[in-house]
């Protein structure tokens, strides 16, 4: 049977390769496709952004290849252009039978439903539940009674609501990503690419829905691959594309359970070994008192790092004020002290840190803001992932900003939402975000990185707002010779700052070229 996949993305970098590198891939519809693909289906993938033509592309496609099932994926801000390829789709062949997954159709079916033009949601994991789906539809059946799977009746319009099956813990029986199905939407296949650790997340932090997620079903929602087979897919993937020299690791925290993370690094360093070219790992750390209180335990950590070849860790400073980490955010608990003490060992044993940033949270004052600077100034590291805060569906944060009354009448623009300030707070205001974001660079790293580092990175926050002029600028860089040749020698030219001989950031970078 032939099947069509779509992703959304908003910044691309070309029309006709929108994507710039493996790590923009996402797992979610990633592994729907290629369980699919596993499963003896005829599976094509489209990445779509706001320039491609997709009516055209769409009715190419359904004319040609005569799909009968589509496969869509949104979190709820991409939702209204996923809603836009249902229409299209039903418009131009209303037989195909079209599913909704993702974040969007688990935490709010209810409303996701409402859009006519969808067959079915998938709510929690839908590995399984779509090769059922594929098979009945396969047998000229209508769906009925598979788990996950929300179905409208085709002659009623009602909504059966088929039971929600178990959390599958057995990670290890997922077919590997199939990369190839992305291979001609990418730009750079070459550069660093993903793989998954394990799913779900221990913490209760009020800015994501991951708490939402667990209570959808059954069964170990916190699941680990083994080493082993994670491991099998890296090499794999050095195989296919011999020109990878950087992995990311993609996992909520390996600090949730240090004993696997020690194992998964000592694992890595043996196979790491064994090879003639070493790859580079990178990976997020979520750090907690009963870790960073034990610099017996986190230097043991950092030394398997260093073995390993984990050189560059993600950690989750998200504020720099302790009041806000503690009381609005509910972060696992440490000090700034500890933070700052840990990142300064982490880079004596070459490790390098970006913190991620994250700033107009509700409840956050100005002052607040001003105490992240401080730290991230006092700590001085190798990068920062900066993100203005967007109120998902099903997180705690999007109850309080209902209640607090600071999500603007018309609703909250989904275009650009981590660059783009959405609320009014009434000691944070939403201008006074969005220039914050902007001048952050300068306020943190005034006298410790050059003036054209900092420029750069200014002119980078500022563009990220509007998409279309983002998206030139990331398409001149990865693809104009003369655009990628400045832009890599101010990359090189940033490593040597104010203050030091040089800036151990030089493994940071490597993973954010042509990052705009």
């Excluded at 009715?59 to 005569?66: G, H, L, P």
């Excluded at 789906?133 to 788990?147: H, R, V």
């Excluded at 099956?165 to 690419?193: C, G, K, Q």
């Amino acid at each position: 049977m032939r099947i069509g996949c779509v992703y959304s993305i908003e910044n691309y970098c070309s029309v006709e390769k929108p994507l710039r590198s493996p790590m923009e891939i996402p797992f979610g519809i990633s592994i729907i496709a290629t369980v699919l693909k596993v499963a003896k289906h005829n599976v094509d993938l489209f990445v779509i952004s706001p320039v491609t033509p997709l009516r055209k592309i769409l009715e190419d496609y359904i004319k040609n290849k005569k799909p009968q099932l589509f496969c869509l994926s949104a979190v709820s801000s991409q939702f209204p252009v996923i809603e836009h390829v249902a229409a299209l789709v039903k418009e131009i062949d209303p037989s195909i039978f079209v599913i909704l997954g993702g974040h969007h159709a688990s935490l709010a079916p209810d409303q996701a439903i409402k859009c006519q033009n969808l067959d079915a949601l998938c709510v929690s994991e839908g590995d399984s539940a779509v090769v059922q789906l594929a098979s009945q539809l396969k047998d000229d059946k209508w769906p009925t009674g598979i788990p996950n799977l929300w179905i409208r009746d085709p002659d009623t319009k009602e909504i059966e609501k088929y039971s929600t099956a178990p959390f599958n813990e057995e990670l290890d029986t997922i077919p590997h990503v199939d990369r190839t199905l992305w291979e001609s939407w990418i730009a750079n296949p070459h550069e660093e690419a993903s793989v998954l650790v394990g799913r779900g997340c221990p913490y209760k932090c009020t800015y994501c829905s991951n708490h939402a997620m667990e209570e959808l079903a059954e069964g170990k929602y916190v699941r680990y691959r083994s080493p082993e087979d994670m491991i099998l897919e890296i090499d794999t993937l050095t195989h296919q594309y011999p020109r990878m020299r950087h992995v990311y690791l993609e996992i909520e925290t390996v600090g949730a359970d240090i004993t696997k993370g020690i194992d998964l690094f000592e694992k890595l360093a043996d196979y790491n070994n064994k090879r003639e070219e070493k790859l580079s790992f990178r990976i997020n750390l979520a750090l907690h008192s009963n870790f960073v209180r034990s610099e017996e335990k986190f230097r043991k950590f950092l030394e398997l790092c260093q073995k390993a070849n984990v050189n560059a860790l993600n950690v989750g400073l998200e504020s720099g004020s302790e009041r806000v980490r503690r009381q609005i955010l509910k972060r696992p608990r440490y000090t700034n002290e500890e933070l700052i003490g840990f990142c300064k060992t982490a880079r004596e044993f070459g490790v390098a840190t970006s913190l991620l940033v994250l700033m107009g949270i509700p409840g956050e004052t100005f002052d607040d803001y001003l105490e992240t600077v401080r730290v991230v100034r006092d700590l001085q590291p190798e990068d920062v992932q900066l993100s203005i805060f967007y109120p998902y569906l099903g997180t705690d944060l999007y109850n309080v900003a209902v209640e607090q009354g600071v999500i603007p009448e018309g609703g909250t623009e989904p275009s650009n939402e981590r660059h783009r300030a959405t609320l009014e707070l009434p000691n944070f205001p939403k201008w006074r975000i969005q220039f914050e974001f902007i001048y952050f660079w300068h306020r943190s790293f005034k006298g410790h990185w050059s003036m054209d580092k900092i420029f750069m990175k200014m002119l980078r926050a500022f563009l990220l707002r509007f998409t279309r002029i983002s998206a030139i600028a990331r398409y001149l860089i990865v693809n104009n010779r003369l655009c990628k040749f400045i832009f890599q020698t101010y990359i090189e030219g940033s490593k040597k700052v104010v203050g030091r001989k040089e800036e151990p950031m030089g493994t940071m970078t490597s993973y954010h070229t042509g990052e705009l």
